[in-house]
């Protein structure tokens, strides 16, 4: 799938630095501002113990996880809504990203430069948002010059849409970003088109020290206390020390310095999930001897369009699906015992695919 999560922050937060840490991209990541300016593209690996779970049971010749994209975007500035700091350039590259991992500095440090002279991450983040704001209001204004006209005519579906951009207006007017809106998924449906960037799904990932990772600090309080009223989720990590641990040459390597850490995992496996959750997006599995497979597809898939993302014709020429849960895949070690206990399931082309499910597809092929 081609769905992305675009990072972004202001100048010098840590921004590349993660995404060098988490993709198969590279960006440049200097202390001074501005020095990414076209966005990098990498993939990510989701890290899934479900998959490694499978594949201890079935024994493939492969193991395939799944992957997202990561845009890493180049730092907004106040006043990017007028173009400062190539602002348009770069808003434009938020529109493209189907959510924002929004990376904000919680921590002090003399010898890395702050775009705007001092932390201050409760500020931090509301530059950016007014700008994203800004940007919005001025697509909603275009946008009801034209839907004004029509709803004027007697025109019922533009008179709907007029009602709700004038709702967007006054709510973004009000300083407040799109997403938090209160409407309907219809009225939200008219407007769709406009692709708000205020509208799309955030996360908060707070870039803190190396001993304030579990803790927090008081500018990640403040970060979470305005996330809430969001129902945005926030992240804490140290983004120079989750870059130094994925340098590492070998698996055994990390293993040891986690575990002097402390850590079972790298604290950014937790923001990789999140940005997968984020874009709405499960996890089936297949699995077989010559390779055990995760596919991603939007949470509410139905079987038959499951299968396409496997091959589009077995889209077309589906019959139905074999559908085995996690959970008794697990429990029954392996295909043929949960087949035995009668735990396996034949489902046709209104089931949905649930988060999990081990399925073998049959098709007219």
Known sequence: MSLKCGIVGLPNV?????????????????????????????????????????????????????????????????GASDN?????????????VD???????????PNIVHVNGKVDALADKEIIDIELQLKDLEIVDKKLEKVSRAAKTGDKVAQQTEEVLLAFKKHLESGNSA????????QRQLVSDLNLLTDKPVMYVCNVSENEV??????????????????????????????????MESEEERKEFLEALGWEEPGLNRVIRSAYKLLNLITYFTAGVKEVRAWTIPKGTKAPQAAGVIHSDFEKAFIRAEVISYEDF?????????????????????????DGDVMHFRSGL
């Not at 400062?84 to 493209?96: V, W």
């Open 214 to 247: 579990f803790t927090g600090n008081e500018h990640t309080k403040k970060i979470e206390e305005v996330a809430k009223l969001e129902n945005a989720e926030v992240i804490f990590v140290c983004a120079a020390l989750e870059a130094e641990i994925a340098s």
């Open 330 to 354: 697990i429990h029954y070690k392996g295909e043929q015992a949960v087949k035995d206990a009668g735990k396996l399931r034949v489902e046709g082309k209104d089931y949905i695919v649930n």
């Open 84 to 96: 400062q700091g190539l602002g348009n350039k770069f808003l434009s590259h938020i529109r493209e």
């Open 179 to 186: 997403r938090s809106l209160m409407i309907t998924p219809e």
């Open 99 to 109: 959510a924002i991992i929004h990376v904000i500095r919680c921590f002090e440090d």
């Open 14 to 78: 840590g921004k590349s630095t993660l995404f060098n840490a988490i993709s198969t991209g590279k960006a440049e990541a200097a202390n001074y501002p501005f020095c990414t300016i076209d966005p990098n593209f990498g993939t990510v690996i989701v890290p899934d113990k479900r998959l490694e779970a499978l594949a201890e049971i079935v024994k493939p010749q492969n193991i395939l996880p799944t992957v997202i994209q990561i845009v890493d975007i180049a730092g907004l500035v106040k």
